[in-house]
């Protein structure tokens, strides 16, 4: 199949109308709960501002301009480095964003399950890269029916052991194939997660793919973050033994004539190193051609914490990349009341963990809002911690004599925008002055 173009399929287009036209009203989190049902697409001309209080409360928001910047920044790094990207849709899983990473050129989209693959095909997604071990008959039997309908994807699953190789072959033993499944062998290190350890027992793995008529290996994979809680300096020797293990292999799999006909494809990256992965894994060539596919998913809502440090490690590592484009900056936000003082030096918002995530670090309480400030809230600073919580409430720390009122408006940053996006169906997309100019929906 050809790179995916800009323009969209027209099953992505059909299915976006259609999604377009479902009744939303207010029994969907974030929206006005007196809402009658509207049209998906109407969401954007109510006239809602977040600021004036037309949203319901607790409600997470997408700010345009920093989903618009974040894209920019990832073209420019691509077009810098030659790479490909593949983005996770795990992330966000929703069809608006996906979207968007369409017309930005991406290669494929990535998934993790059956189930979010078959979200991508019912937009007409073409190509899918699975980066997971596919097992289970009804998973299994997914990627065969794809396989065998004739405007099936071009699907790319990976394999680390004879056994998830044997799942697949199991799957498609006695169908009428149109076409073999693409496989990428997985590299994995020791204390990691997934893929191979062993270089004589991946070459093994690679020789019998390569021996099968119901599927083809088609490149490598591996995924490089997987090093949680080691320092700095520890984890990128790691990594870069982890990449050159992979890039061993391939050419192990080359020499031996493994791979299947067509450009050969190495795939790492997720959001925290992908530049480390581009710039090693572009060192290798095939006669054949071959594509460095990133998946990093979290670019486009980014965050204010824990993968702005990462952004910010990312550019000490490569100067270069700090001039071609405005940086990352984080886009997804969520909004509380402030609903009680209790005690001098702590308020609580309406917003907790059925809203945002806390799965890294608690999140940040950054923006300040009431009428008499004026059109736009105001910055708070590192007094404001959130201290713990609960399933519907945040405990923020403040000086005692901070002005924070009962009834203001608090808006939080976000460290991990996967669990944040997975609590919520539904989330307003707002201008910098919070007017609300559309919505995303996601199929969690």
């Known amino acids: 199949m050809n790179d995916i173009e800009p323009k969209l399929p027209a099953a992505f287009e059909r299915a976006m109308q259609a999604l377009d036209a479902q009744p939303v009203d207010g029994t ?51 077009r810098h480095t030659g790479a490909r990207i593949a983005p996770h849709v795990k992330t966000s899983m929703s069809p608006q964003l996906f979207q968007a990473q369409l017309e930005d050129g991406a290669w494929a989209l990535t998934a993790a399950t059956a189930n979010q693959v078959a979200v991508l095909r019912r937009f007409g997604v073409p190509r899918i890269l699975i980066a997971n071990q596919v097992l289970g008959r009804q998973n299994v039997a997914l990627l065969f029916d794809e396989l065998a309908r004739e405007e099936g994807a071009e699907l790319l699953v990976i394999v680390d052991s004879a056994s998830s190789l044997e799942a697949l072959l199991e799957g498609g033993r006695g169908r009428a194939l149109k076409r073999r499944l ?64 992979m890039l061993g292999l391939a050419s192990d799999c080359l020499a031996a004539g493994w ?7 190495l795939s790492s990256g997720g959001s925290e190193y992908f530049d480390i992965v581009v710039k090693r894994l572009s060192e290798w060539r095939a006669p054949q051609g071959q594509v460095v596919v990133i998946r ?15 952004f910010d490690r990312l550019l000490a590592r490569q100067p270069e990349l700090d001039g071609i484009a405005p940086h990352l900056a984080g886009a997804l936000e969520v ?88 609590k919520w169906q539904l989330i307003p997309v707002v201008d910098d002055v919070y007017d609300v100019r559309s919505a995303i929906r996601t199929f969690f």
């Open 28 to 78: 969907c989190k974030g929206l006005p709960p007196t809402l009658a049902p509207i049209a998906f697409r109407e969401i954007g001309q109510q006239g809602w501002n977040l600021l004036n209080q037309d949203l319901a409360f607790p409600v997470a928001v997408l700010k345009r301009s920093a989903v618009q910047n974040n894209r920019e920044w990832m073209k420019a790094f691509l």
């Open 182 to 245: 693409g496989v990428l062998l997985e590299v994995g290190a020791p204390g990691g997660r997934t893929g191979l350890r062993d270089a004589a027992e991946a070459r093994a793995l690679a020789q019998r793919i390569a021996g099968s008529d119901i599927v083809e290996l088609r490149g490598l994979e591996s995924y490089e973050s997987v090093f949680p809680g080691l320092p700095e300096e520890d984890k990128l020797p790691r990594i870069e033994r982890m990449l050159q293990a």
């Open 259 to 265: 791979f299947a006909a067509g450009e050969i494809v």
């Open 296 to 310: 990093s998913g979290c670019y486009l809502a980014h965050d204010h914490l824990a993968y702005a440090r990462a």
């Open 335 to 422: 909004w509380g009341i402030v609903q009680s003082r209790p005690e001098p030096g702590t308020f609580i918002v309406t917003v907790g963990k059925r809203d945002i995530s806390f799965d890294f670090e608690m999140p940040v309480a950054r923006l300040h809002y009431r009428p008499a400030f004026g059109p736009r809230p105001r910055a708070l600073d590192a007094q404001y911690r959130v201290t713990r919580l609960n399933d519907q409430h945040a405990f923020v720390q403040c000086d005692a004599q901070a002005d924070v009122q009962v009834g203001d408006l608090i808006g939080f940053g976000i460290s991990h925008p996967c669990t944040t996006f997975d």
